[in-house]
């Protein structure tokens, strides 16, 4: 079996970690006004250099930041795009437990202008996180261009300045390049696009949700994979670019349940990414059947460890389901991940800073042995 020396890795992680006590502590002091901006980028330089250690210590190939600095995965970069106004459309969203359902009314958008980049986002903190890495290969998450439509659909862009939505999508699609474009100007070789609209389009709730505001449920898929080819349409050849997808992730809760199989086809074999990150930590994300759309060079990232929980799951079980997953594609093909960011807000999941790092070291521990 071949070592892997390019992203995505054998063992690899999606992206987002825990936020310690001293950032949690630092960030309500800021919230407060007893802390300014510059000490609380103090703290988090510090958390994201411990971060770093840590995944480099326990033999990960790859480093993020861990999403320190964000308050949300994606809505921290969406309102930076130009044209994008934060509002409060008190739609709320649904997360679901074990235990119950938890309802989050988070922030939303409107484009009320033209959708340009401005600057280069989060280029400020890629800098950071290249520069405290020493042997991993740094990665830069940011929300997949489709989450700037799904939650609102066309009643969030201003009619008046987007009456016809191919000009919308073309805008959406030139912003994002722009992106890939800074990012790879900045040293980045590997990004992430997370994108949970994919993974929810095969809930029949969801495309239910699509219907009523007034979207093409059976369809959405395949306009977002357009979108997202031309944001990547001048990806350099070596910049490796992954999505990831999901079906929610908010203190150990999700949004939607289903296979891969509504979206897979036309996913596995007409996205032009690199790698496909997958949420595969328990029945609600369906069987290994859809990979079998999964096209020669491309390459899958099972998300078999849930970060749902700290109960640590036991290589043999891991080693089965791989095994499981080599017969819809090759084993080379494939490789392994916690099944999603361990704190996708700045609340976390529900589980402990040493919990998760004995996930990040099974994830390792497994791959070797099943990779070598």
């Known amino acids: 079996m071949t070592a892997r020396t390019r992203p995505p890795f054998r063992a690899d992680h999606v992206g987002s970690l825990l936020r310690s006590k001293e950032v949690l502590q630092a960030r309500e002091d800021h919230k407060q006004g007893k802390l300014d901006a510059a000490a609380l980028r103090k703290v988090e330089d510090q958390a994201i250099r411990d971060a770093v250690k840590m995944q480099e210590d326990i033999g990960l190939q790859v480093a993020t930041d861990g999403e320190i ?16 106004t934060k509002v409060q459309d008190n739609l709320k969203v649904q997360f679901k437990n074990a235990q119950g359902v938890i309802e989050f009314t988070p922030a939303a ?15 400020e903190e890629f800098k950071f996180l290249k520069s405290a890495t020493t042997k991993a290969t740094p990665k830069l998450t940011i929300p997949s261009p489709s989450m700037m439509h799904y939650r609102g659909g066309r009643a969030a862009i ?9 000009a919308f999508w073309t805008d959406l699609s030139k912003a994002y390049a722009d992106e890939v474009e800074g990012l790879y100007k900045l040293g980045c070789t590997y990004l992430q696009m997370d994108d949970t609209s ?31 080819n031309g944001a990547l349409a001048k990806k350099p050849a070596d910049m490796t670019v992954c999505t990831h997808m999901c079906r929610g992730n908010f203190r150990s809760s999700w949004v939607a349940e289903g296979g891969y199989d509504f979206v897979a086809e036309a996913l596995f074999s007409q996205l032009k990414v ?20 999964v096209p020669k060079g491309k390459m899958v990232i099972l998300g078999l460890v849930t970060t749902k929980k700290g109960a640590l799951e036991k290589k043999d079980d891991l080693k089965r389901r791989i095994d499981q997953a080599a017969k819809f594609v090759p084993l080379d093909q494939l490789c392994l991940s916690p099944q999603c960011g361990f704190s996708s807000t700045v609340d976390g999941n529900a589980l402990s800073l040493d919990e998760q790092i004995a996930k990040l070291r099974l994830v390792v521990e497994t791959a070797r042995e099943v990779w070598g």
């Open 158 to 166: 201003d009619a008046t300045i987007y009456p016809q939505m191919e």
């Open 69 to 84: 600095r964000r308050g949300s995965w994606h809505m921290d970069f969406l309102y930076q795009v130009g044209g994008v």
């Open 274 to 293: 690199d790698g496909f990150f997958l949420e595969y930590d328990d029945a609600r994300s369906g069987g290994f059947e859809p990979l079998r759309f």
């Open 198 to 228: 994919l993974a929810y389009l095969n809930d029949p709730t969801q495309r239910e949700h699509i219907k009523q505001l007034g979207g093409d449920a059976e369809h959405q898929h395949k306009i977002y994979i357009k979108l997202i």
């Open 109 to 123: 958008l409107k484009v009320t202008g033209k959708l340009k980049l401005e600057k280069t986002i989060f280029g």
